[in-house]
C-alpha cells in the first residue's frame, strides 16, 4: 500500500478527518455487487460421485479346509520345545486326535460365524484333493455370482511349493498329494477370498498371480482365434475379483512362541480382541497396569455386540480405529472394495491391520492381495493401547469389588481431535483421520447430537466435505437417522441433507424409498422451526421432486403443496424463493398436482410474489408460474382461462429491473407458446403480413410541429438495414462471411427511412450482432424485422386487422415477446429470438403447403435447389432462404442484387480491439436451430419430429440450479468482504485511503480558491465525437461516451485505456452516464435515448468489459430527431442522476414522469409526474432532504418531494428562466440552493423554500454545454461559439479558453460536452472536432 508522504507527515488533525471519511466509505452500500450480478446464472459442475457401491458383494459359503493331522508333525518343519500348540484356542494334545480336530473345526466355524452368521459354512478336516474339489464346486455351483470364502489351515503338511501347490492327504493318511493352485481357482471361481495359515504362505499368492495372468492370455488367445484348441476347452473363469490375505511372506515361517496360539494369523483375523488383549499383556508396558493378568483377560465381562459392556466397548473402539486407519492409509476406490463392499471382507481387512500389527513384532509379515501400505506404525495404534490400558485397569476392581464400569473417553477425545481440525485449520489441508471415527459415534446416543453438530460443520466446507463423507459411508447411518423422532436433531438433520442433496441430488430416490421425505414434510410444517431450518426443508423437498415423478406423487400425497402455499409470504427471502421453486417444481409435468394447485388457487397466491422486494423471489415465483401453464395434458376451458390469466400476470413483469427474472419471464412463456402452438402461428403469420405491407412513419412525421428541423445528415438517416454494421463486420472473420455481410448491409428494406416509433423500447445490439456471425443461419425473423414488427403493432390498430378474437392473450403475449427480444440485456434477448423464429419457422412452414393465405402474400416458389439457392440474397438477417421457402414469404421485397456501394473497410470508430464486443463473443449459442432439416418437412407440411419439445426443453436459465449452489457452498464461514485479514478486505481499506487522500488535498486547494482554469493537462483526439463525458470521482480515469461506445482515458499518464461498444441499437445515442460505487469497486451506468440502461464492470483494467445488468428504465421515451443542443429542437435523451446513499436512481428525459429505480431490489419504486408538457433536461438529488430537482425544455425548474404522493409532492416551480434548461443543480450542504441555467445564458440561484430567485448571473448566449463544481463554486459555460468561459461564484469570468496548447493554437471545435472533476479543480470538455481535453487551475495551486 503506499503510502504519500505528505500523508504521513499531516498533522493529527488532518489524520482525524481522514478517519472519519474512511468511516463514511465502509457505510456506503455497494450496488449491482450481489452474486447474481458477478455470477454466471448456472448451476455448479456435478462431481461425479463415486461413493456408491455399484456392486455391494455378500460371502455366502465358506470352506474351512484344515489339515492339522494331529500328532503328526510335517518332516519339513523343525519344532521348538516348547511350541505354539493352540489351534482355535484349544490345545489338540488335551483330547484324542479325531477329536481334537472336529472340535477345532466346530470352534473355527463359530468364530467366522460371529463376522457372518447367515453364510453356509462346510469344514473339511484333513481332506483328500477329492474333498476338496467336490466341496469347492459345489460352493460356487450354491453361491452363483457371490463370493466364497476358502480357509486354508496348512499346520499338519508340508509348507507349499515353488510350483504353485498346496498339500493335502491322501485316503489312508500315508502320503502328502499335492494340490495345485491352477486347479483351486478353476473349481473356487471368481469372485472369492483366500485366507492362507502356514508357513511360507506368500508362495501360494505369487503362484495364484501367475496363474490368474495365465488364465487372461488364454482366454484372450480363445478370444482372437476361435479354432485353437483353448477355444474349445470350457472357459477357465477370470481371477480379477479374488482377495488373498497370506500369513506370511515366502520365506517366512510362523512364529512358535509357546504364548502365542499356533493359528496366530487365524487368530487374529476371527478373534481380534481376545488376541490383541493377550498380546498387549505379554508387551513390557503391560506391567504398568497393576495387578493384570493373562487369566484376567479371559474374564472381562460382557459381549462383543453390546457397546455398553467393556468387551462391545473395546469391539467398537477397535472397529472405529483400524476403520480409521485403513481409510486415512489407503487409496479411496481400495478402501470402498474391501472396506465397505462386503461385510464379511470388511470385518477381515480390519482385522487383517491388527494382524499386521501383532506378527510383524515376530518378524512375520502378513501378505494381502490387493497389497496395503504398511499400517502397523500408524499413530491410531496408540490411541487402541490407550484404550485397553484404560479398560484393563478397571478391570481388578469391577471382577472382585464389582464397582461399575467407568466408559473410555474415546469417542469423545476423537470429536475433540476434529473440532479442533475444523476450526483450527487452514483452506487447503488434508481431511481429517477422525471422519471414519465420527461416522461410529453416530451410533452412540450419548454423542450423537455433538457428531451430527461437528459432521454438518464439516459438511459445510463445501462439495468436497461432502464427497468425502459419502465415500465414508455415513449415507445409511444419517437415512436411518430420520426414523428418530428427537426434535433436537431435527435441525441438525435438515442441515446435513441440505448439504448432501445440494451435491448429490440423486439421493432423491433413496429418501422416497425410506419414507425420508416425510421427516421434511413435518419440519416445513412446523411453525416453531426457524426460518433457515424450514428453508433448507424446502430445498431438499425440491431436490425430492425435481423431475423425480415417484418423488412428485409421495410429496403431493404428504400435503406438500399446501404447507408451501401457507409459507408463501414468510419475511425470509430465500424460504419465499424455495418454497416457489418447490411449487414449480412439484408440478412441473406433473398433473395432479397442477390441479391440486388449482384448487388451493396456489397461482393466485405466487401472484404477490411477481413483485417482491428481491429479485431472486420474483424469478422463483415467474419460474413456478412458468411450469403452471407448461404442462401438457389435456386442457380444458377451465385450464385455458387460468393460463391466459397466469400468462396475464407474467406480462406485467416485462420491464422488471432484474435480467434474471427477465429471462425466466421469457422461458415462462415459452411454455405457453409450446402449449398453444397453433394460436401462435397464427398470430405469428398475420404479425409477418403487417409488418410487410405497413410503413411505419418516419420520425418526421411523428415528430411535434416544433421538431421539424431535419438532423444535419439527413441523407444518411440511418436505414434499417439488416445488421447492425458495427458489430457485423467485426463477427464477419472470414472473407465468405464478410461478403455475406456486406450484403445484408447493402440491402435496404423499402418501407421508407427507417423507423423511430413511439412507445418504443431498446433493441439489442447482440441480437443483431449475432445473426450476421456465421452462427446463425438459421433465424428467419432478423432482429431488424423483429423490430420493425414491434413498432408497427404499436401504430396499426391490429384489431382491425385481425379480428377481435385475436387481439386477445395470444396477441398480447407474442408482443411481449417481440419486446423482450429487443431487450439490452443480450441474454434475453437471445432467448426471446429463439422463441420467436421457433414459432415463424412453424408458421411459415405450415402455412406453406395449404396455400391458406393467397399468393400475393405468401409467394409460392419452387423448393430451391443447391444452383438457385446462391442467387437468393435473404436481407432477413443474414440467414440464407430456407431451402423450400422463398425468401420474399418473409419480408416484404424480392430478393435483388447490392445496389449502394459500400466501402468495405471498417467504419472509423470501429475499435481495433479483438474481442471488445463484450456481447457478440460472450454468450454461446447453439448452431443447430431445428431438429429436423426444412427439406423434410416442406414436403408433406408434417410438423418436424421433436420440434414441438424444442423450445420446452432447450430453453431453460440455470436459476434453480444456481439458487442450490448457495447450499453447497460455505454457508458458517465468514464472507470475504467481512473477513479483516482477506485480500478483498485489504483492497478495499487501500481504496478508502485513496479517497480520503483525494478528498483532503483537493479540499486543500479548493478552499484556498481558484483564480485561473486554464491550464491544460490532457488533450486527444476521442475515436468518435464526445457527447458526455465522466471523471471517476477518485482515480485518474475519465469516461468519454460517444453515440453508442465508451473510451477510456488515464488523464495523468495521458494514455488511452479502453473502448468498448455499448451495445445500443444503431438509432439510438448516450446521453448520460454515471459512475456506480465510484468509492470502491466501480462500474458505469450508461443511459441511452430509448430510454435503456447498461451497467458495466471491467473496464479500464487488463480484463474484458462485461455487462453487469441492463434494463429499460423509461418504457416510453420518445425517440424524436437528433442533433446538438442548438435550438429547441432537440430532445434531451434520457437523463439520471445517482444517489449512492440510497441506491437509489433518479431517471427521466423525454417522458413526462421523474422514474424513482431501487437498484438494491432492481425494481421501480416510484413515478413522479412532472406536470409539465416537456421533456426533463437535467435531474439533481439530494438524499439528506429527499429532494429532486428538475430542469425542463420549457425553462421550468421543478423541486419534488419524493416522501410525499403523486399529488402533492411537486413542492415548488420556477418559471424565470424563458428557455431550454441546460442544467440544474441542487447543492448538497443542508441549505444549500439550486442553480439552474438555460440555453440563454441566465444563471439562477433559488432557495428552494422561496418562491423567487434569490441571485441572477447573465453568462454567454447559445449555451451548449455546462457544469457546475459541487466543491469550489465554479462553473464553466461552453457554447456553439467555440470557446468556454469558467465563472467564480460572483459571476466573474476567471478563465476564456478558445485554442488548443501546442496545436499550433488551433481554434476549440463547437462544444459538445463538458464536465468537472467532482474534487479536484478540473474541466473536461468534449467538441465537435473529436477531440477531448483538460483544464486545471495553475500549477503551483496543485
Not at 507 to 517: F, M
Not at 615 to 620: F, G, L, M, T
Not at 890 to 918: C, F, H, M, S
Not at 992 to 1012: E, H, M
Request: charged fraction near 20%.
Amino acid at each position: 500500500m503506499k503510502m504519500d508522504s505528505d500523508l504521513l507527515l499531516s498533522p493529527a488533525v488532518g489524520l482525524a478527518e481522514e478517519e472519519e471519511a474512511d468511516m463514511n466509505d465502509w457505510k456506503l452500500p455497494l450496488a449491482f455487487m450481489k452474486k447474481r450480478h458477478s455470477e454466471k446464472i448456472e448451476g455448479s459442475k456435478a462431481l461425479a460421485q463415486s461413493w456408491r457401491m455399484k456392486d455391494r458383494m455378500k460371502t455366502v459359503s465358506v470352506a474351512l479346509v484344515l489339515c492339522l493331522n494331529v500328532g503328526v508333525d510335517p518332516p519339513d518343519v523343525v519344532k521348538t520345545s516348547p511350541c505354539a500348540r493352540l489351534e482355535c484356542w484349544i490345545d489338540p494334545l488335551s483330547m484324542s486326535p479325531q477329536k481334537a480336530l472336529e472340535t477345532i473345526g466346530a470352534n473355527l466355524q463359530k468364530q467366522y460365524e460371529n463376522w457372518q452368521p447367515r453364510a453356509r459354512y462346510k469344514q473339511s478336516l484333513d481332506p483328500t484333493v477329492d474333498e476338496v474339489k467336490k466341496l469347492c464346486t459345489s460352493l460356487r455351483r450354491n453361491a452363483k455370482e457371490e463370493r466364497v470364502l476358502f480357509h486354508y489351515n496348512g499346520h499338519g503338511v508340508p509348507r507349499p511349493t515353488v510350483n504353485g501347490e498346496i498339500w493335502v492327504f491322501n485316503k489312508n493318511y500315508t502320503q502328502y498329494i499335492p494340490l495345485s493352485i491352477y486347479d483351486l481357482q478353476t473349481w473356487m471361481g471368481s469372485p472369492s477370498i483366500f485366507v492362507y495359515d502356514c508357513s511360507n504362505a506368500g508362495i501360494i499368492v505369487k503362484s495364484f498371480k501367475q496363474f490368474a495372468l495365465q488364465r487372461e492370455q488364454e482366454l484372450e488367445v480363445a478370444a482372437i482365434n476361435p479354432s485353437h484348441p483353448l477355444a474349445q476347452m470350457p472357459l477357465p473363469p477370470s481371477m480379477k475379483n479374488c482377495i488373498q490375505l497370506a500369513a506370511c511372506e515366502a520365506s517366512e515361517l510362523l512364529p512358535m512362541n509357546p504364548d502365542l496360539p499356533a493359528d496366530l494369523f487365524t487368530s487374529c483375523l476371527t478373534t481380534p480382541i481376545k488376541i490383541a488383549l493377550r498380546w498387549f499383556c505379554m508387551q513390557k508396558s503391560a506391567k504398568l497396569v497393576p495387578g493384570v493378568t493373562l487369566d484376567l483377560i479371559e474374564k472381562i465381562p460382557g459381549r462383543l455386540n453390546d457397546r455398553r459392556t467393556p468387551l462391545g466397548e473395546l469391539n467398537w473402539i477397535f472397529t472405529a480405529i483400524t476403520d480409521t486407519i485403513a481409510w486415512n492409509v489407503l487409496p479411496r476406490d481400495l478402501f470402498q472394495k474391501l472396506f465397505r463392499q462386503d461385510l464379511l471382507v470388511a470385518s477381515l481387512f480390519r482385522n487383517f491391520l491388527l494382524a499386521e500389527r501383532i506378527m510383524r513384532s515376530y518378524n512375520c509379515t502378513p501378505v494381502s492381495s490387493p497389497r496395503l501400505p504398511p499400517t502397523y506404525m500408524h499413530a491410531m495404534w496408540q490411541a487402541w493401547d490407550l484404550a485397553v490400558d484404560i479398560c484393563l485397569s478397571q478391570l481388578p476392581t469391577i471382577i472382585e469389588e464389582g464397582t461399575a464400569f467407568r466408559h473410555s473417553p474415546f469417542f469423545a477425545e476423537q470429536l475433540t481431535a476434529f473440532q479442533v481440525w475444523l476450526t483450527m485449520g487452514v483452506e487447503n489441508r488434508n481431511p481429517p483421520e477422525q471422519l471414519p471415527i465420527v461416522l461410529q459415534v453416530l451410533l452412540s446416543q450419548v454423542h450423537r447430537l455433538r457428531a451430527l453438530d461437528l459432521l454438518g460443520r464439516f459438511l459445510d466446507l463445501g462439495p468436497w466435505a461432502v464427497s468425502l463423507a459419502l465415500s465414508v459411508g455415513i449415507f445409511p447411518y444419517v437415512l436411518k437417522l430420520l426414523q428418530s423422532s428427537a426434535r433436537e436433531l431435527r435441525p441438525l438433520l435438515v442441515f446435513i441433507w441440505a448439504k448432501i442433496l445440494a451435491v448429490d441430488s440423486s439421493c432423491q430416490a433413496d429418501l422416497v424409498k425410506d419414507n425420508g421425505h416425510k421427516y421434511f414434510l413435518s419440519v416445513l410444517a412446523d411453525s416453531y422451526m426457524p426460518a433457515e431450518h424450514r428453508t433448507m426443508a424446502v430445498f431438499i423437498l425440491a431436490v425430492i421432486v425435481n423431475s423425480y415423478n415417484t418423488g412428485q406423487e409421495a410429496c403431493l400425497q404428504g400435503n406438500l403443496i399446501a404447507n408451501c402455499l401457507e409459507q408463501l409470504s414468510d419475511p425470509h427471502p430465500l424460504l419465499r424463493q424455495w418454497v416457489a421453486i418447490c411449487l414449480g417444481r412439484i408440478w412441473q409435468n406433473f398433473d395432479p398436482a397442477r390441479w391440486c394447485g388449482v384448487r388451493d388457487s396456489a397461482h393466485e397466491k405466487l401472484y404477490t410474489l411477481l413483485s417482491d422486494p428481491i429479485p431472486e423471489v420474483r424469478c422463483a415465483a415467474v419460474f413456478a408460474l412458468g411450469t403452471f401453464v407448461g404442462n401438457s395434458a389435456e386442457r380444458t376451458d377451465h385450464s385455458t382461462t387460468i393460463d391466459h390469466n397466469v400468462a396475464m400476470m407474467l406480462a406485467q413483469l416485462i420491464n422488471d429491473g432484474s435480467p434474471v427474472v427477465r429471462k425466466e419471464l421469457v422461458v415462462a412463456l415459452s411454455h405457453l407458446v409450446v402449449q398453444y402452438e397453433s394460436n401462435f402461428c397464427t398470430v405469428a403469420l398475420q404479425f409477418i403480413e403487417e409488418e410487410k405491407n405497413y410503413t411505419v412513419p418516419s420520425p418526421a412525421n411523428t415528430a411535434e410541429p416544433g421538431n421539424l428541423t431535419p438532423v444535419r445528415d439527413s441523407p444518411a438517416i440511418p436505414r434499417l438495414r439488416s445488421v447492425n454494421s458495427y458489430t457485423n463486420i467485426r463477427a464477419a472473420t472470414t472473407a465468405r462471411n464478410l461478403n455475406k455481410s456486406l450484403q445484408n448491409l447493402n440491402l435496404s428494406e423499402e418501407g421508407g427511412p427507417a423507423a423511430f416509433s413511439p412507445g418504443n423500447l431498446s433493441t439489442s445490439s447482440s441480437a443483431s450482432s449475432t445473426l450476421g456471425s456465421p452462427d446463425n443461419d438459421e433465424y428467419i425473423l432478423s432482429f431488424e424485422t423483429i423490430d420493425k414488427m414491434r413498432r408497427v403493432s404499436s401504430y396499426s390498430s391490429l384489431n382491425s386487422l385481425i379480428g377481435v378474437s385475436f387481439n386477445s392473450v395470444y396477441t398480447q403475449i407474442w408482443r411481449v415477446l417481440l419486446h423482450l427480444a429487443a431487450d439490452p440485456f443480450p441474454e434475453v434477448s437471445d432467448l426471446a429470438m429463439k422463441v420467436l423464429n421457433s414459432i415463424a419457422y412453424k408458421a411459415t412452414m405450415n402455412a406453406r403447403p395449404q396455400r391458406i393465405l393467397d399468393s400475393g402474400s405468401l409467394t409460392q416458389s419452387a423448393p430451391a435447389s443447391p444452383t438457385s439457392k446462391g442467387t437468393h440474397i435473404h436481407q432477413a438477417g443474414g440467414s440464407p432462404p430456407m431451402p423450400s421457402a422463398s425468401s420474399s414469404s418473409l419480408t416484404n421485397e424480392v430478393p435483388k442484387p447490392p445496389t449502394r456501394e459500400q466501402p468495405a473497410t471498417r467504419p472509423p470508430y470501429t475499435p481495433t480491439l479483438g474481442g471488445q464486443a463484450p456481447h457478440s463473443h460472450q454468450f454461446p449459442r447453439t448452431r443447430k436451430m431445428f431438429d429436423k432439416g426444412p427439406e423434410q418437412a416442406g414436403e408433406d407440411g408434417d410438423e418436424p419430429v421433436g420440434h414441438r419439445n424444442y423450445i420446452s426443453a432447450a430453453l431453460q436459465t440455470g436459476l434453480c440450479d444456481w439458487s442450490a449452489k448457495y447450499f453447497a457452498q460455505p454457508v458458517m464461514k465468514i464472507p470475504e468482504e467481512h473477513d479483516l485479514e482477506s485480500q478483498v478486505r485489504m483492497e478495499r481499506q487501500w481504496r478508502f485511503l485513496r479517497n480520503a487522500r483525494v478528498r483532503r488535498q483537493s479540499r486543500g486547494i479548493t478552499q484556498r480558491g481558484v483564480s485561473r482554469l486554464d491550464d491544460q493537462i490532457f488533450i486527444n483526439r476521442n475515436p468518435g465525437v464526445p457527447s458526455v463525458v465522466k471523471f471517476h470521482p477518485f482515480n485518474t480515469c475519465i469516461a468519454v461516451a460517444d453515440k453508442d461506445s465508451i473510451c477510456f482515458w488515464d488523464w495523468e499518464k495521458g494514455e488511452r485505456l479502453d473502448y468498448f461498444y455499448n451495445g445500443n441499437p444503431r438509432y439510438t445515442r448516450i446521453t448520460s452516464m454515471e459512475y456506480l460505487n465510484g468509492h470502491d469497486c466501480s462500474l458505469l451506468l450508461t443511459a441511452t435515448d430509448d430510454g435503456a440502461l447498461r451497467i458495466w464492470k471491467n473496464f479500464a483494467d487488463q480484463k474484458n468489459p462485461e455487462m453487469v445488468t441492463a434494463w429499460q428504465g423509461l418504457s416510453d421515451m420518445l425517440p424524436t430527431t437528433r442533433g446538438q443542443p442548438s435550438s429547441s429542437a432537440h430532445s434531451a435523451g434520457m437523463v439520471v442522476d445517482w444517489e449512492q446513499e440510497t441506491g437509489l436512481l433518479m431517471t427521466s428525459g423525454d417522458v413526462r414522469v421523474v422514474r424513482i429505480w431501487d437498484t438494491d431490489r432492481e425494481m421501480k419504486v416510484q413515478d413522479i409526474p412532472t406536470g409539465a408538457d416537456s421533456c426533463v433536461t437535467s435531474l439533481s438529488c439530494d438524499s439528506q432532504r429527499s429532494l429532486i430537482v428538475a430542469g425542463l425544455g420549457d425553462g421550468s425548474v421543478r423541486v419534488f418531494d419524493r416522501r410525499m404522493g403523486p399529488n402533492e409532492c411537486r413542492v415548488m416551480t420556477y418559471r424565470e428562466h424563458g428557455a431550454w434548461v441546460v442544467k440544474a443543480h441542487l447543492q448538497k450542504e443542508t441549505d444549500g440552493h439550486i442553480i439552474s441555467v438555460s440555453v440563454n445564458g441566465d444563471v439562477r440561484f433559488f432557495e428552494p423554500r422561496s418562491p423567487d430567485s434569490v441571485n441572477v448571473l447573465q453568462t454567454v448566449k447559445g449555451l451548449t454545454a455546462l457544469d457546475i463544481h459541487p466543491q469550489a463554486n465554479l462553473f464553466a459555460c461552453g457554447s456553439m461559439n467555440q470557446f468556454i468561459a469558467v465563472y467564480n461564484a460572483n459571476g466573474d469570468v476567471i478563465s476564456n479558453i478558445k485554442y488548443y496548447d501546442g496545436f499550433m493554437g488551433q481554434r476549440i471545435g463547437a462544444i459538445s460536452c463538458l464536465a468537472f472533476h467532482p474534487h479536484w479543480p478540473h474541466l473536461a470538455v468534449g467538441s465537435n472536432d473529436y477531440y477531448m481535453s483538460i483544464y486545471s487551475a495553475e500549477k503551483r495551486l496543485r
